[in-house]
C-alpha cells in the first residue's frame, strides 16, 4: 500500500506510550498575578488556630452551635461545670406544743368562785361621728326632709321605687317578728281603702296607700301617744309643732322593712296575712293539691285551673342554701306583674296589647306552717321527680310567704314535645312579639327567659292577634299557645318608678359553667349593661332569643330538615346584629308567619 507521496506504509500499529508526571506549575500572567495575591490574604485572614480559644467564624456553623463552644476549641481548655448557688434556709419549723386547756379551765373557776366587791361603772353614752366621740349626740333631725315629703304627698305617697322612704329616713333596719308586739289579726290593723290600680293611659304603676296602716302597727308596740287621723287639712291641725308630728313619724318608719312589709299588704289589698291552706281552698279541693315544679326560691302548686307559687319571704331560714327573698323584692315582682296584666288589653291602653305574658289572677301574703295537704303534694312530687329544694315542713310558724295566683299556662319548654319546624318557629315569632310589646309600653326586660319560665300547651287556635304602637298585627301559632312567666329578675319602667334587680349584687349568677348556654347569656348581659342594671337595655332580650335558637337546634329534638337548621343557624346570626325585640320582629325568618 503506497501513500500519496509514494511511500510504502505498513498495516503494523505503532505502539503507544502513557506517562504520569506532575505537571509543572505555570506561571501567571501580569494579569493573574494580583487576583492570586487578594485571594490569598482572604484565605489567612479567616484561618483560626486550633491552638487559639476562638469560635471559628462560619455562618453554617453558627447556626448550629449557636452558644456553644467549638469541639475543637473546647479540648484545648479546661472545662468547668456552673455551680449551683446554695439554696436558702427555710425557717425551723415550729415545735407543736400542746396547748393546756384544762389550767386555763380551773383558772377562770377559781375567778367565777371570787366574790364581785364593786360592780364596774356603766359606760358614758357616746356617739361616734366620723371617728371622734361626741356626747350628747341626739337623733339626727329629720324634720325637714320628712315636712317636705309629708306637705306634698298629704299622707299618701306613690310607691315609685320601694325604697322611697329609704333613700328619705336612711335609716336601714329589720323588720321585727310578729312576737315582737305587732299583732297582724284583721281586728288591730285598720283596712284600708283599695286604691292600687295602674293607670293605662299613661301606662304607670302608681300605688298609693294610707299611712294609718303604719300608725295602728305603732299602737300596737305601746306607743303612749295614739296618733290621729290626718288628712287634706294638714298637720298644723294636730300638732301645733311640725317637729313633734315628724318626731312620732319616724318612730314608726325607724323599720324600714316594716313600712315594706305594710306596703305589700296594701298592694295585695289586705289588712293581715292568710293562711296557706285558706287561699288554695278558694280554687279546689285540699285533696285534689298537685305540685306541678320548682324553682331555687319557691315551689308551683295546682290549684284547679289555675297554678299557685308559693315564694317564702323575710325569713332566716336558707332555702335552698339561697337567702330568702326581702318584702322588698317581691313588692317590686308583684307590682311589676300587675303592671304587665294591663297589657291584656282589658283597660283603654290599645297602643299596645299582646296576651302571651301569663296573668295573674291573685296575689296574697300568707303566714305559718306548709299544711298537710301540701306537704303530701310536695311528697308525691319528690318521689317521681327528686326534687332539689328544701322539705316545706322546715318552715316555722311565723314564716311569711307569698302567693301569686297564675293561670295555666301549660308544660315549661325543657319538657314539651315539638312536633315540627313550624312550632318552633311559632314558638320564637310569639316570645319576640311579647317582647317586642313590652318593650314599647314599658321599656321591658325579662332579663331571665330560659327555657323553664317559658311554657307551652296546643289550642284550637291557629292565629294570635297583638297590637305594636298602636298597629293592630296577626301571626300563625299552628295551634301552638305560649306563655312568659317569672318575672323576678325583670327591668320595667312603670312611668312613675323603675322596677329591677340590681344583679351586681349577685355574682354567683354569672359564675355558671363555661359553655353553658344559660351561663353564657347571663354574662352575655352583664357585659351588655355593663352592671348599670337599672338603664334600659333591650339588647337583652335579643340575647334570650339567641339562646331560645341555640335551645331548639341543640336540646330539642323535631321533625326539621337540613334546610330547616340552616335557616335557624341564619336566623341567629341576624339577630347577633339587632339591638331589639322589635327590630327582631321583623325579621326576614318571620315575614311568611304574619297574616294580612
Given at each position: ?42 484565605r ?11 469560635k ?83 337623733i ?13 304627698k ?40 283599695r ?105 308551683a ?23 330568702q ?22 283597660n ?15 296575689l ?17 312530687w ?7 329544694n ?15 295566683v ?114 353564657e ?10 352592671d ?5 337595655f ?44 322589635r ?14
Amino acid at each position: 500500500m503506497y501513500s500519496s507521496s509514494g511511500s510504502e506504509i505498513t498495516d503494523q500499529k505503532h505502539p503507544v506510550e502513557e506517562v504520569y508526571r506532575r505537571r509543572k506549575p505555570r506561571k501567571p500572567t501580569s494579569l493573574e498575578q494580583p487576583l492570586r495575591e487578594s485571594n490569598s490574604s482572604r484565605r489567612e485572614k479567616f484561618r483560626v488556630s486550633l491552638a487559639a480559644p476562638v469560635k471559628r467564624i462560619s455562618w453554617n456553623r453558627f447556626l448550629s452551635t449557636r452558644g456553644r463552644t467549638s469541639i475543637a476549641v473546647g479540648a484545648c481548655l479546661e472545662y468547668q461545670p456552673p455551680q449551683k448557688k446554695a439554696k436558702r434556709k427555710g425557717r425551723p419549723p415550729r415545735p407543736q406544743i400542746k396547748y393546756n386547756f384544762e389550767k386555763e379551765r380551773a383558772y377562770f373557776e377559781k375567778v367565777d368562785e371570787e366574790e364581785l366587791i364593786e360592780e364596774s361603772p356603766s359606760p358614758i353614752p357616746r356617739t361616734w361621728v366620723a371617728g371622734i366621740p361626741k356626747e350628747n349626740v341626739g337623733i339626727p333631725k329629720l324634720c325637714t326632709a320628712l315636712e317636705k315629703w309629708l306637705l306634698s304627698k298629704k299622707l299618701n305617697f306613690g310607691l315609685g321605687s320601694s325604697n322611697t322612704l329609704a333613700r328619705i329616713l336612711q335609716t336601714p333596719g329589720m323588720r321585727p317578728s310578729p312576737s315582737s308586739g305587732i299583732n297582724f289579726e284583721s281586728s288591730s290593723v285598720k283596712t284600708p281603702e283599695r286604691s292600687s290600680k295602674v293607670n293605662s293611659c299613661l301606662s304607670s304603676g302608681l300605688i298609693k296607700f294610707d299611712l294609718s296602716l303604719l300608725h295602728r302597727s305603732v299602737h300596737e308596740m305601746n306607743t303612749t301617744k295614739s296618733l290621729p287621723e290626718v288628712g287634706n287639712e294638714g298637720l298644723e291641725e294636730h300638732y301645733e309643732d311640725i317637729d313633734a308630728a315628724v318626731k312620732e313619724l319616724s318612730l314608726l318608719l325607724t323599720s324600714e322593712e316594716l313600712d315594706r312589709f305594710n306596703a305589700l299588704l296594701e298592694v295585695c289589698e289586705q289588712s293581715s296575712p292568710s293562711k296557706l291552706l285558706d287561699v288554695f281552698s278558694k280554687y279546689c279541693d285540699p285533696e285534689d293539691i298537685e305540685k306541678v315544679g320548682e324553682g331555687t326560691y319557691g315551689e308551683a302548686f295546682k290549684a284547679g285551673n289555675f297554678v299557685c307559687k308559693i315564694v317564702p319571704i323575710d325569713g332566716n331560714l336558707l332555702v335552698n342554701q339561697e337567702k330568702q327573698k326581702t318584702s322588698e323584692e317581691l313588692l317590686e315582682e308583684v307590682v311589676l306583674s300587675r303592671t304587665l296584666n294591663y297589657l291584656r288589653g282589658n283597660n283603654d291602653n290599645v297602643q299596645n296589647v299582646c296576651t302571651t305574658f301569663i296573668e295573674t289572677k291573685d296575689l296574697r301574703v300568707c303566714q305559718g306552717c306548709y299544711d298537710a295537704a301540701l306537704i303530701k303534694a310536695w311528697e308525691d312530687w319528690d318521689e317521681n321527680h327528686v326534687s332539689e329544694n328544701t322539705h316545706p315542713g322546715a318552715f316555722p310558724e311565723n314564716q311569711f310567704y307569698v302567693v301569686f295566683v297564675l293561670e295555666h299556662g301549660g308544660q315549661d319548654l325543657e319538657n314539651f314535645v315539638l312536633l315540627n319546624c313550624d312550632e318552633a318557629r311559632s314558638l320564637l315569632v310569639q316570645v319576640t312579639a311579647a317582647l317586642a310589646v313590652a318593650e314599647a309600653a314599658y321599656e321591658f326586660e325579662h332579663r331571665d327567659l330560659h327555657w323553664g319560665n317559658i311554657l307551652l300547651s296546643r289550642s284550637d287556635s291557629v292565629t294570635m292577634q297583638f297590637t305594636l304602637d298602636g298597629r293592630q298585627m296577626l301571626i300563625r301559632t299552628f295551634g301552638l299557645a305560649i306563655s312568659i312567666i317569672d318575672f323576678t329578675l325583670s327591668r320595667i319602667n312603670t312611668g312613675e318608678a323603675i322596677l329591677f334587680l340590681d344583679l351586681s349584687s349577685d355574682p354567683a349568677l354569672f359564675n355558671g359553667q363555661k359553655g353553658d348556654i344559660q351561663a353564657e347569656t347571663y354574662r352575655k348581659m352583664k357585659k351588655v349593661t355593663q352592671d348599670q342594671w337599672k338603664e334600659s337595655f333591650p339588647r337583652t332580650n335579643v340575647l334570650w332569643l339567641v339562646y331560645l335558637v341555640d335551645v331548639l337546634l341543640l336540646n330539642k329534638s323535631f321533625d326539621r330538615t337540613s334546610k330547616d337548621e340552616r335557616d335557624l343557624r341564619s336566623l341567629k346570626k341576624r339577630l347577633n346584629q339587632y339591638l331589639s325585640a322589635r327590630e327582631a320582629l321583623f325579621d326576614p325568618s318571620f315575614s311568611d308567619l304574619f297574616v294580612d
